[in-house]
């Protein structure tokens, strides 16, 4: 039974991962949601229901379009997979609960941001403004108002802070340190688990986007290196993980 359910929960995390990069992709474009609908990138063929199955139908196809035979990325599977994977581990971690269901729409925030600031450098306003407002609905039955109370504040500790570590960056560099984007995506961070948390996701994020840039950089890849894919992932692992700040100091000072 536990295993159907997490069986579930991964099917439905991959459809909605495969709907995900749709949206990561279309609204920073200001493209609407449904038209056109999915279509080969290069002859336009557009796809039929068998050709929509996340990740099935990419191994079914060869990873190849049906018409043009023109190569799909390996991108679309991989990121469908990983989202079926998070559901799935939200699930195991949280159980059935209203905590698993906060994970899975904070999770799928970031999921949408990750392709988006990939693809455009740019976080939009509305994704953020969007999950924030379902993440305070889910917070009031979880905490109660006084809590969500507490949570908003966070919010807007981390974003003041983030806002002046820009600031100073920009002044040390003397040029754009930081995004707008990431700015705004501290205060969600702020808002979901805090803001010595969020502080410390700044941190997981250089460390984490460090070998990153550096390969890509070794590969000449001329592709700008955003910052947010970096701090979602970080969020991803706090959340899962349920890292907080009084375990983290204890862990340090157990040591
Ligand atoms: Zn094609």
């Not at 995390?13 to 495969?18: D, L, P, Q």
């Not at 460090?210 to 070794?218: E, H, R, T, W």
């Amino acid at each position: 039974m536990y295993f159907s359910i997490l069986l579930l929960f991964f099917v439905v995390g991959a459809i909605f991962g495969s709907f995900y990069n749709v949206v990561g992709y279309r609204i920073p474009k200001g493209q609407s949601l449904l038209y056109p609908p999915s279509h080969c990138t290069k002859c336009d063929h557009r796809l039929t229901p068998i050709e929509l199955i996340p990740i099935l139908s990419f191994i079914f196809l060869g990873g190849k379009c049906k018409v043009c035979k023109e190569k799909i990325s390996w991108f679309y599977p991989i990121f469908e997979f990983s989202s079926g994977v998070l559901f799935a581990l939200s699930y195991a971690v949280f159980g059935f609960s209203l905590e698993c269901l906060l994970a899975i729409v904070f999770i799928s925030m970031l999921l949408i941001i990750i392709i988006s600031d990939y693809q455009t450098m740019t976080i939009p306003d509305s994704v953020l403004i969007f999950f924030s407002i379902l993440i305070i609905i889910i917070k009031i039955f979880i905490v109660g108002f006084d809590g969500v109370g507490i949570a908003l504040l966070n919010g807007l500790a981390a974003f003041v802070f983030m806002l002046l570590l820009k600031l100073f960056g920009d002044f040390l560099f003397k040029k754009e340190s930081m995004g707008g984007g990431d700015i705004k995506l501290m205060a969600v961070f702020g808002l979901m688990f805090g803001f010595w948390m969020s502080i410390v996701s700044v941190f997981m994020a250089a460390i984490i986007g460090l070998p990153v840039s550096l390969i890509m950089i070794k590969n000449k890849s001329s592709h700008e290196i955003p910052f947010g894919p970096f701090l979602a992932v970080a969020a991803i692992i706090i959340v899962l993980l349920k890292l907080d700040i009084s375990t983290l100091l204890g862990i340090i000072t157990l040591r």
